[in-house]
Every structure is written in structure tokens, then in C-alpha cells.
């Protein structure tokens, strides 16, 4: 357990500082797209029109039941081979590891958010944010586009990070990669499309379930970052709107990150919001704070965001050395 939380610290430390290596995956592709590839072909083989909703549903779990088992076994192969290699073995994993973290790749695509609205103004930052959220960006004012990047940043925090740091943590690559490859499927085939609706039924189940306690953790690693980056009343409020507001929001998970980050800001997030030409409408998360964002407030986001994953990397360290002294 001390080597698994070590190998995560060190993980989280190598994402932050060097991210996804663009020219890497241009040559050979992302173990993400791999997953992807898996997930279409099991839509394409078992996804049929003409089959029934039942028979669809049922295809969707024992397909997602079948992928998960070969992410776990793929996961649990390349741990023993990394295993006999001592220190070597570790930095292959330390590697493995940080390509499934998202801290600076997330950190970089809202930053060009707040970039392009300085440089281009609302094109700019139209273009950016279309980039990392699904709705669409033609309807979004200046303070739409702000607040679309800061919910993007908070959700993708618990499920970009914190999620896969605690699935590692306590299952190592296995827990790692079975939960890539659900969140994978569920950011497919999780939909409530004509199509999705029962084949991504247990996707979409299970990733919330997933989910479950990395988005509640993940108000924990925010509030300290707002602590660090604003003082003890933005912590407050990350947590306070956390526990009062998360429920609002249309998922079960998503909310918590989200009203956390709202509250640390004293902004209102979530709402509604045009997704695909069909207009979702929401409860306002935090309602009593101020109706139009800034891209200061993105900046705030920023800092708040990179503060919460040093947080949660030094969690990680004091972790192992905690372990290690029992």
C-alpha cells in the first residue's frame, strides 16, 4: 500500500508538471482512444435498431460487465510485469499512471478560456470553452462562457482527478483502469439519447456509482484550495453551498464539485443552458451569489483548482507515510 500511494504521489506530481505529451499521441494513440475503439465496437456489434429496448439494456451491461473485466486483467498483467523490475518497474508505473490524471491537461484548456476572451473576446473564448463543454457555444454571452469553463474545471476535478487517484489508490492499475473505461463508456454511450437510453443504462449506473465518493471527497481538496487561495471564508462557502446546494444539479455527482466551487467563487453556477438545441433548465447553484462571472473569476478558479491538487497530492504523501509507520 505505501509503494501504491508513493507511485501516486509521484504520478500526480509528473501530470501537473508535464501533462499529456501531445507529440506522444500523435504517433501512438492515447490508452484512452484504445478504450474508446473498444466501446464503439461493442455499440456497433450489440447496438442494433431493430433490437428490443430490453435486449438492448441487457447488452449494455454484460458488454460494459465484459470490458471492465478485461480492464481489470489488462491492469493486473502490466502490474506484475512492472513488479519484478524494482525502482525501473515503479517509474514505468509512476508514467502509467499520470497518462490517467488530468491536472494540467484540464488546467491548460480552461486557462485558454480566460486567454481567449482577453486576446479575442467573446469569439475567443466561444472557440475555447467549445473545446471542453458539450453545449453549444453560439448561445453563451461573455458570462455563459465563464461559467461553463468553471463548472467544466469542477466536475472534471473529481472525475479528471480525484476519482482515478482513489480507484489506484485502493486497487492499484486494475481499480485505475476499470474506472477509465467506465467513465470512458459512460461519456459515450451514458447518454439519455434515443439510442443510449438502455444500451448506456449500466454505464451510465455505474460511473455514478463510481463517482459516488470522489465527488464528495472533491469538496474537501476545493474548500482547502479556496482556503489557500482566498482565505478561511471561501472555504467556508465551498463547503457550506456544497451541502446545501449539490442536489440541485441533474446529476447525483456532478453537483457537489460544481456547488463547492460556486461557493468558494460567490458566484452562481449551473442553470439553464442549451445543450444539442434543447434547452435544460436547472436551479441556479449558490443563487444568492453574483449572476454574472468574470474571467477573474476563472483565474480565481485556477488557482483554487491548483492549490486543491497540491492539497491532495501532500494528502497522498502524509498517506504513505502514515501506512508505512503501522
Known sequence: MTETLLILFFALLLDRLVGDPDRLWQRVPHPVVLFGRAIGAMDGLFN???????????????????????????????????????????????????????????????????????????????????????????????????????????????????????????????????????????????????????????????????????????????????WLAQGRRAARGAIGTALRDAGLHRSPNSGWPEAAMAGALGIGLAGPRIYGGARVDEPMMNAAGRTVATVADIDLSLRIFSAACAVLAVTVLLAAGLVASI
Open 48 to 226: 442494433g435498431k431493430r433490437l428490443s429496448p430490453a435486449t438492448r439494456r441487457f447488452n449494455g451491461a454484460a458488454g460494459i460487465a465484459v470490458l471492465l473485466a478485461a480492464s481489470l486483467f489488462a491492469g493486473f498483467v502490466l502490474h506484475r510485469l512492472f513488479a519484478p523490475l524494482g525502482v525501473v518497474g515503479a517509474v514505468v508505473e509512476v508514467v502509467v499512471v499520470a497518462v490517467f490524471l488530468a491536472q494540467k491537461s484540464l488546467h491548460d484548456h480552461v486557462r485558454a478560456v480566460s486567454t481567449g476572451l482577453k486576446d479575442d473576446g467573446l469569439e475567443g473564448g466561444r472557440w475555447a470553452v467549445s473545446m471542453i463543454v458539450g453545449r453549444d457555444p453560439a448561445t453563451l454571452d461573455e458570462p455563459a462562457v465563464c461559467r461553463a469553463g468553471i463548472e467544466s474545471l469542477a466536475e472534471n476535478f473529481s472525475d479528471g482527478v480525484v476519482a482515478p487517484a482513489l480507484w489506484y489508490a485502493l486497487l492499484g492499475l486494475p481499480g485505475l483502469f476499470a474506472y477509465k473505461m467506465l467513465n470512458t463508456a459512460d461519456s459515450m454511450i451514458g447518454h439519455r439519447s434515443e439510442k443510449y437510453l438502455d444500451f448506456g443504462w449500466a454505464s451510465a449506473r455505474l460511473d455514478d456509482l463510481a463517482n459516488w465518493p470522489a465527488a464528495r471527497l472533491s469538496i474537501l481538496f476545493i474548500a482547502a484550495g479556496a
